[in-house]
Nanobody, 122 residues
């Protein structure tokens, strides 16, 4: 399994941008599909975006499509989430996740990061 550490969260005004990073340990990063999830206070964790092991395929939640971009750099063992046009409803703890299978939702996740807080003020 890989160990995941997120960074890049913070406080931003509505309409602003943030880029989250997730650094993975180990030499098998390119064997994992990577995803971002988020959890707002009082709500269940929800899927945000997923990218295939070599970055060929991506999937986004409807709520972030056109505003967020997931990418990865396998040479750096890192996956990114570029978040533009942020809205107050994007406020949540954002989690990085790794899976060996291409799956929707949180089924089949092998590793989770500890999360990074994103707060969007209105």
């Amino acid at each position: 399994q890989v160990e995941l550490v997120e960074s890049g969260g913070g406080l931003v005004q509505a309409g602003g941008s943030l880029r989250l990073s997730c650094a993975a340990s180990g030499r098998t990063f390119n064997m994992y599909h990577m995803a971002w999830f988020r959890q707002a206070p009082g709500k269940e964790r929800e899927f945000v975006a997923r990218i295939s092991s070599y970055g060929i395929s991506t999937v986004y939640a409807d709520s972030v499509k056109g505003r967020f971009t997931i990418s990865r750099d396998n040479a750096k063992n890192t996956v990114y989430l570029q978040m533009n046009s942020l809205k107050p409803e994007d406020t949540a703890v954002y989690y990085c996740a790794a899976s060996r299978i291409w799956t929707t939702g949180s089924t089949g996740i092998n590793s989770w990061g500890q999360g990074t807080q994103v707060t969007v003020s209105s």
